[in-house]
DNA sequence: TATTGTTATACTCTATAACTATA
DNA sequence: TATAGTTATAGAGTATAACAATA
């Protein structure tokens, strides 16, 4: 709808008086979807220069860890929709970070894999991230991001167990 | 993209194996805009029923705590933009929830203000923001929820400060 | 000439489902 | 008949900017 930054050469009386109401602000799913927001353009903005976006990274930092590569596989590990992919893998074959190869045992499947160039970009990826992180989470100590991502973790997770990092899953089985 | 909560039926194994990229769960960021997103499209579920959406909840919301009431200047608090509110407004005015009159000193404004339908329509929607609350939040305690609405509310303020909460700003004038 | 509210337009995302080739 | 991947289409949401009325 609107998530510009707040222009920096505005009197602060402005500021003050277009603060949101309090009962928003006090609201953590209200900030959650605000600062969701915020971020994901941001991320959108910063992936920009390289011709990819977020969603692209996604599909690298997946290959990079190995047993998942059929497009259906990707696809649900990512929780995206398989039509979706096709376009995002197109992207990254046409410029020769990933590879597409039919499966000889069931030739309908793509066996998807990274290539040298791919892990190269991945890395680059992995920068833009990082100064992602230290750009939205600037006011943050080290503690308070290890507290903010164990919040969110227990969120997702209630909300959709396939968010559970490794140990609580496998721990129930 | 595909927002939609695990298929509870699903079989474990299945919900192990497409698990996200440990590198992506890792990052507070993502999960942040992930976790914006499912809220969001939880919230326009919620409200459906009501005929409105969550927009419309921070219109009334921000009319209860008086003081912005011409159009131009709630949709500079909302941070929403112009065009958009007229849409949000001509909903709320024909179920009788809002009022717009000129204001005769500039009769180019208009002057927004509840009506007790709007008030009753805040209450429920109340109901709803509580009920969202319980919901995505359920796995934390007051304290954690409590941390976490400080975090976030660290991390929107420095990305824009109009989402400070009256007094860091008020002190430093 | 600038501003308030309004309307119309265009563009981006994404969700759906039709289609092909294999099994 | 069902599945993997692909393509095409349509719809929601949003951003842009043109517009009429005031100032």
Do not use: W
Request: hydrophobic share 40%.
């Amino acid at each position: 709808m609107n998530a510009k930054p707040a222009d920096p050469s505005a009197p602060l009386a402005d500021t003050v008086a277009n603060c949101l109401p309090a009962e928003l602000l006090a609201d953590p799913l209200f900030l959650l979807v605000r600062v969701g927001v915020a971020i994901k353009s941001g991320a959108v903005e910063e992936f920009e220069r390289t011709g990819f976006g977020p969603y692209h990274h996604s599909v690298l930092a997946l290959l990079d860890e190995g047993a998942r590569d059929t497009q259906a596989a990707i696809a649900d590990a990512l929780q995206f929709d398989r039509g979706t992919l096709v376009g995002l893998l197109d992207d990254l074959e046409q410029h020769g970070l990933v590879e597409r190869r039919r499966d000889p045992s069931d030739r309908r499947r793509h066996v998807v894999s990274l290539t040298p160039a791919g892990r190269r970009q991945l890395a680059e990826f992995r920068t833009i991230i990082t100064s992602l992180d230290d750009q939205f989470l600037a006011p943050l100590d080290d503690r308070e991001r290890t507290t903010l991502l164990a919040l969110l973790s227990k969120i997702a997770t209630h909300y959709d167990p396939r968010f559970s990092r490794g140990g609580e899953i496998a721990a129930t089985v």
